[in-house]
């Protein structure tokens, strides 16, 4: 066994879960899933880090994916935040198009991530962000990362504070975005449609949430 020590280190770190995975593959009969999670996989990690930051590292397995972006001591840990938080904006505009919701966390804290291993207090944080306060399809930005924009009167227009005073990430707001962009893509058509069809109390209030928040910011693009 190798004697080499590792250790943890500051980072920018998310940890995101497609949701629906699970149901899509119990019905799965002839692979289709796994070929469109698969490409959609691929397209999202490689594309976006040519828009942000090719320091950004990722680690997918089975519908979770985790990022990280190490801050070394040079570093602006807020401007990396930032650049995570646009990262992720970018991978959830890109899920939507596809009509996949997702969930998340995002924070600053002491990771470990290589080819076989992901560990650290920011992967607990993150997932507990995800697993236990997002509840509906959003990714959720940590107290940590918001402290310290506070701290610095830093402001970004993809953070926005939810009726339940949680801070999430307004993906809605890239500069790919606009009005005729929203009401063109059927995106809000086929979470209506899923809404009627569904019957689990606990999925449809995820879908609702998604429909109205993607109906508040076409409001919004409207009036302005």
């Not at 995975?21 to 796994?34: G, I, P, R, V, Y």
């Not at 602006?76 to 996949?100: H, M, T, V």
């Not at 107290?143 to 970004?156: F, G, H, R, V």
């Amino acid at each position: 066994m190798s004697s080499n020590k590792i250790s943890y280190y500051t980072s920018a770190f998310a940890f995101i879960d497609v949701l629906g995975t699970s149901n899509a593959m119990q019905n799965e009969k002839d692979c289709s899933f796994l070929n469109t999670m698969n490409n959609m996989y691929k397209s999202a990690i490689h594309i976006a880090p040519y828009f942000i930051d090719p320091k950004i590292k990722h680690k997918i397995f089975s519908d979770n994916i985790v990022f990280e972006r190490i801050i070394k001591s040079n570093d602006d840990p807020i401007q990396i935040a930032l650049q995570l938080i646009e990262f992720l904006a970018i991978i959830q505009e890109f899920f939507s198009d596809n009509n996949k919701l997702i969930r998340g966390g995002v924070t600053i804290g002491q990771s470990y991530l290589s080819d076989n291993l992901v560990l650290g207090p920011a992967l607990l944080e993150t997932y507990e962000l995800e697993s236990k306060k997002a509840i509906y399809p959003r990714i959720l930005i940590s107290d940590t990362i918001i402290s310290k924009l506070n701290s610095n009167n830093y402001n970004s227009k993809l953070i926005k504070k939810d009726r339940d005073n949680k801070y999430f990430i307004d993906y809605l707001k890239t500069r790919t975005k606009n009005c005729d962009y929203i009401k063109n893509n059927n995106y809000i058509s086929f979470l209506e449609k899923e809404l009627s069809n569904e019957t689990d109390t606990r999925i449809k209030a995820k879908l609702l949430w998604s429909i109205n928040y993607c109906k508040e910011r076409l409001k919004e693009l409207m009036n302005n």
